[in-house]
């Protein structure tokens, strides 16, 4: 299955754009599942009920991208949902509408999360566009900042408490990489080989899809175990129940750039850990 979250043509209202980019991946989603999701390119535009009121979408305000794919959504204008496929459960966010707490969109969030049978579905990965997690992107560190306002603030207690393995973003054009990381720390050391119990999400920035790379703050964070700036993919290969991988690939040659796999089975999934089991006191 190809997961396609967002900026998928920057077409910026030309049809023809729309035209030229499904002809190029007809020969691939003709034959396997392609899941496309909502981002800038294609929502936002002033006074359309985006949540960002900037001219990118070129006025689309959506239309085409929710029209010219299927996707399992409730409702077509809000464009996120989830799908379980193999033993993957995705929960795909829509960041150009508001994911706030108290909001519809943060309802769906935690019932995604939340509602996923862990011995059916081992392998919990959330995908959004524009980075609510972690990135070293020098436009975020303009803003003094390394995620969109509200972005992890509002959702990684969720991320913790349903044990998130990976957070997928795409926006920053290039690859990144953090360790598992909660509250902006380390939770445990960034490595290519993860065992047992959970510990915390990692989060993975793979927006090297085609438009003019990004750039990377000077001085790198802590939690940002690998960075490319070149163009890429990345792979996800579930083994069994037990075994997952992640690959980042370059477009140019196929070669595998980054990598780590995580071995823990059920038992695992339900140890308790930092802030994801329920809260007790000395008298309970």
């Given at each position: 299955?190809?997961?396609?979250?967002?900026?998928?043509?920057y077409a910026s209202?030309y049809?023809?754009?729309w035209?030229?980019?499904?002809?190029?991946?007809e020969?691939?989603?003709?034959?396997v599942?392609?899941?496309?999701?909502?981002?800038?390119?294609e929502?936002d535009w002033?006074g359309?009920g985006?949540?960002?009121?900037?001219?990118?979408?070129?006025?689309?305000c959506g239309v085409?991208?929710?029209?010219m794919?299927?996707?399992?959504?409730?409702n077509?204008?809000?464009?996120?949902?989830l799908?379980?496929y193999?033993?993957?459960?995705?929960?795909v966010?829509?960041t150009?509408?508001?994911?706030?707490?108290?909001?519809?969109?943060?309802?769906f969030?935690?019932?995604?999360l939340?509602?996923v049978?862990?011995?059916?579905q081992?392998w919990l990965?959330f995908?959004?566009?524009r980075?609510l997690?972690y990135?070293?992107?020098?436009f975020y560190?303009a803003?003094?900042?390394?995620?969109e306002?509200m972005?992890?603030?509002?959702l990684q207690?969720l991320?913790q408490?349903y044990?998130?393995?990976?957070?997928?973003?795409g926006?920053?054009?290039g690859?990144?990489r953090?360790?598992p990381v909660y509250?902006?720390?380390?939770v445990?050391k960034?490595?290519?080989?993860y065992?047992g119990?959970?510990?915390?999400?990692t989060?993975?920035v793979?927006g090297?899809?085609g438009?003019?790379?990004?750039e990377?703050?000077?001085?790198?964070?802590r939690w940002?175990?690998?960075?490319?700036?070149d163009?890429g993919f990345?792979k996800?290969?579930?083994?069994n129940?037990t075994?997952l991988l992640m690959?980042?690939?370059?477009s140019?040659?196929?070669?595998?750039?980054?990598?780590f796999?995580v071995?823990r089975?059920y038992r695992?999934?339900l140890?308790?850990?930092?802030d994801n089991?329920a809260a007790t006191t000395m008298?309970s």
């Amino acid at each position: 299955m190809v997961m396609h979250i967002g900026d998928i043509c920057y077409a910026s209202g030309y049809l023809s754009q729309w035209d030229q980019f499904t002809a190029q991946v007809e020969p691939i989603a003709s034959t396997v599942p392609y899941m496309v999701a909502s981002g800038n390119h294609e929502r936002d535009w002033p006074g359309s009920g985006s949540f960002y009121g900037t001219l990118d979408s070129g006025g689309e305000c959506g239309v085409p991208a929710q029209n010219m794919f299927y996707v399992p959504a409730e409702n077509r204008e809000q464009f996120w949902y989830l799908t379980d496929y193999g033993m993957f459960r995705f929960c795909v966010a829509n960041t150009e509408l508001d994911w706030r707490p108290g909001t519809e969109q943060y309802k769906f969030i935690e019932h995604c999360l939340s509602s996923v049978d862990r011995q059916k579905q081992p392998w919990l990965i959330f995908l959004a566009h524009r980075v609510l997690g972690y990135s070293s992107a020098t436009f975020y560190g303009a803003e003094g900042t390394t995620e969109e306002p509200m972005g992890r603030e509002s959702l990684q207690l969720l991320w913790q408490k349903y044990r998130v393995d990976i957070a997928m973003y795409g926006h920053v054009h290039g690859y990144e990489r953090t360790c598992p990381v909660y509250e902006n720390v380390c939770v445990a050391k960034g490595s290519d080989r993860y065992s047992g119990a959970f510990t915390a999400t990692t989060h993975v920035v793979v927006g090297g899809g085609g438009a003019s790379l990004a750039e990377y703050t000077a001085e790198r964070a802590r939690w940002s175990h690998a960075q490319d700036l070149d163009y890429g993919f990345a792979k996800l290969t579930a083994f069994n129940h037990t075994t997952l991988l992640m690959e980042y690939k370059r477009s140019r040659d196929g070669s595998v750039r980054d990598s780590f796999t995580v071995s823990r089975d059920y038992r695992d999934v339900l140890a308790c850990g930092v802030d994801n089991c329920a809260a007790t006191t000395m008298a309970s």
